[in-house]
């Protein structure tokens, strides 16, 4: 299996631009997350989605931020406008679940993104 | 809310030698998973171990092991024979009956040739 796989890697751009964030969870997986990480705050998550469906969006900063997962195989969280403020390295994460429970969460690499 | 503490922001241990780093957690469910993550330079953040809350046999993976006290919360990682791959950042995690993952602040490890 190729594991999570995000895009870009890196992203560099300037206040006030828009930023998209691409994710493909691992095949079979119903459950996605994205996490953010920066030094001051570590890990959050900023917000998951079952089946499709956003289920928690609590962890969004702001409504400059939103997710979509239009399908089982992809999503995009998408900054507009983007900050310096929201310069930190972005995490995907994939996994199994029940209702209750989830599996163990398999991460991509992370996109870190820059804003100047 | 979940709380996760890594109370030791950097470690260090010597090559082959064992290091252990401590996580505490605070969490009303009966029932979760405790998992802890390795993320080196490259930033992957790699699943090393992960202990069920109801099964009272601490998870071994190797070279790895975890020493979980569930009446105190506490879930410690222990790195026998280390070696220089180990070096990395140790994160501690917790899930909830929400499926969200509690991260504690993570311990940097260092290993000396």
């Known amino acids: 299996d190729a594991g999570v796989i995000q895009s870009p890697r890196h992203e560099v751009t300037e206040m006030g631009q828009e930023v998209t964030l691409r994710c493909k969870p691992i095949?079979?997986?119903?459950?996605l997350f994205w996490y953010r990480q920066t030094m001051m705050r570590g890990l959050e998550l900023l917000i998951y989605?079952?089946?499709?469906?956003?289920?928690?969006d609590s962890g969004m900063p702001e409504d400059r931020f939103s997710a979509k997962m239009p399908n089982a195989s992809f999503s995009t969280l998408k900054i507009q406008p983007s900050e310096p403020r929201d310069s930190a390295v972005y995490f995907c994460?994939?996994?199994?679940?029940?209702?209750?429970?989830?599996?163990?969460?398999?991460f991509g690499p992370g996109t870190r993104l820059t804003v100047l | 809310a979940q709380t996760v503490t890594q109370s030791q922001p950097e470690m260090s241990v010597q090559e082959a030698e064992t290091v252990t780093l401590s996580c505490t957690y605070d969490?009303?469910?009966?029932?979760?998973?405790l998992f802890w993550y390795k993320q080196p330079p490259s930033r992957q953040m790699i699943l090393v171990i992960r202990?069920?809350?109801?099964?009272?046999q601490n998870a071994t993976e190797n070279r790895f092991s975890v020493n979980f006290q569930k009446a105190a919360k506490s879930f410690s990682l222990k790195i026998s024979d280390s070696q220089l791959g180990d070096a990395a950042m140790y994160f501690c995690?917790?899930?909830?009956?929400?499926?969200?993952?509690?991260f504690g602040g993570g311990t940097r490890l260092m290993v000396k040739p």
């Open positions: 994460a994939s996994s199994f679940g029940t209702e209750d429970s989830t599996d163990t969460q398999y």
């Open positions: 989605f079952n089946n499709n469906v956003p289920i928690d």
């Open positions: 995690a917790s899930n909830n009956a929400g499926n969200m993952l509690t």
């Open positions: 969490t009303s469910e009966s029932d979760y998973y």
């Open positions: 202990q069920e809350a109801y099964k009272q």
């Open positions: 095949s079979g997986h119903d459950y």
